[in-house]
Nanobody, 119 residues
Framework: QVQLVESGGGLVQAGGSLRLSCAAS????????MGWYRQAPGKQRELVAT???????NYADSVKGRFPISRDNAKNTVYLQMNSLKPGDTAVYSC?????????????WGQGPQVPLSS
């Protein structure tokens, strides 16, 4: 099993920045895909950004150029730096991971508190 623990987030004004972190533990071998998804009130969950163990990234159009994703394979941690935050970015952000490189819905999800932010 894989455990994902998120941290970061909180209240921030429009135009501000925040960094989310997600640390993986447990059976983390070949955890090739890690990333972030979000769900705004009344909306479906959507992909924000993902990154493979090799560093290939995928972004939602709405966050390209504002939310760089990165990972530290040695620490089994993925980061989401959120810059130039907009009111539309307000959502609950969840960390997810999978052993496959490409999936529609990752297998593993953060089990700790969600990370809401308001801007």
């Amino acid at each position: 099993q894989v455990q994902l623990v998120e941290s970061g987030g909180g209240l921030v004004q429009a135009g501000g920045s925040l960094r989310l972190s997600c640390a993986a533990s447990g059976s983390i071998f070949s955890l090739n895909l890690m990333g972030w998804y979000r769900q705004a009130p009344g909306k479906q969950r959507e992909l924000v950004a993902t990154i493979t163990s090799g560093g290939s990234t995928n972004y939602a159009d709405s966050v390209k150029g504002r939310f760089p994703i990165s990972r530290d394979n040695a620490k089994n941690t993925v980061y989401l730096q959120m810059n130039s935050l907009k009111p539309g970015d307000t959502a609950v952000y969840s960390c997810a991971a999978d052993r496959k490189y490409r999936v529609v819905v990752p297998l593993y999800w953060g089990q700790g508190p969600q990370v809401p932010l308001s801007s």
